[in-house]
T-cell receptor, first 114, second 115 residues
Framework: DAGVIQSPRHEVTEMGQEVTLRCKPI?????LFWYRQTMMRGLELLIY????????DSGMPEDRFSAKMPNASFSTLKIQPSEPRDSAVYFC????????????FGPGTRLTVT | DQQVKQNSPSLSVQEGRISILNCDYT??????FLWYKKYPAEGPTFLIS?????DKNEDGRFTVFLNKSAKHLSLHIVPSQPGDSAVYFC??????????????FGKGTKLSVIP
């Protein structure tokens, strides 16, 4: 039974470059969440989807960040252009509407912007 | 303004003894509380949850207690094992419409179980 899958696990890029993070939720889950973890702010919710539709993106820090969910098994988080302060671990999580509060996390993508 | 606080950044416990991790919250509208465990280089793993209408939930060695009047919850691990060494996050859920629950996380407590 596969959990949430994220790729890449590590990404190092230069300031100004475009970065795309990918997520495959658990099959059958209809909610998908994107989080960012930093030492200063801990785990922060960026955006979440229900049945592939973005519901709340109030946590997205700036217009440089965008997220899409073209189908039930795939989502992307894009940063364009990237900046050093975007360096963090980005987690994707999914849940099932029957117990939506129990979110299951992927292993994360560690992003370093130099 | 932190709505979920874990005031102890770290805790050391001897193997076989009880580990007690604490969490305080400010929003009385939270409806579920959860504990997650996180190992380095991995995502948080769901451990146990409790509804706001309950005061105790038990799952094997893990028990969560909720004191609504004090806005306080705790996670008890008995007996503690070296494999329990990890960072533990407390999280609180708030229904935000459209059938979804947003989670607010504490900053975490690093538990070290000493053999």
């Amino acid at each position: 039974d596969a959990g949430v899958i994220q790729s890449p696990r590590h990404e190092v890029t230069e300031m100004g470059q475009e970065v795309t993070l990918r997520c495959k939720p658990i099959s059958g889950h209809d909610y998908l969440f994107w989080y960012r973890q930093t030492m200063m702010r801990g785990l922060e919710l960026l955006i979440y989807f229900n049945n592939n539709v973005p519901i709340d993106d109030s946590g997205m820090p700036e217009d440089r960040f965008s997220a899409k969910m073209p189908n039930a098994s795939f989502s992307t988080l894009k940063i364009q252009p990237s900046e050093p302060r975007d360096s963090a671990v980005y987690f994707c999580a999914s849940s099932w509407s029957g117990r939506a509060y129990e979110q299951y996390f992927g292993p994360g993508t560690r992003l370093t912007v130099t | 303004d932190q709505q979920v606080k874990q005031n102890s950044p770290s805790l050391s416990v001897q193997e076989g003894r009880i580990s007690i991790l604490n969490c305080d919250y400010t929003n009385s509208m939270f409806d579920y509380f959860l504990w997650y465990k996180k190992y380095p280089a991995e995502g948080p793993t769901f451990l146990i949850s409790i509804s706001s209408i309950k005061d105790k939930n038990e799952d094997g060695r893990f028990t969560v207690f909720l004191n609504k009047s004090a806005k306080h919850l705790s996670l008890h691990i008995v007996p503690s094992q070296p494999g329990d060494s990890a960072v533990y996050f407390c999280a609180a859920s708030l229904y935000s419409g459209a059938g979804s629950y947003q989670l607010t996380f504490g900053k975490g407590t690093k538990l070290s179980v000493i053999p």
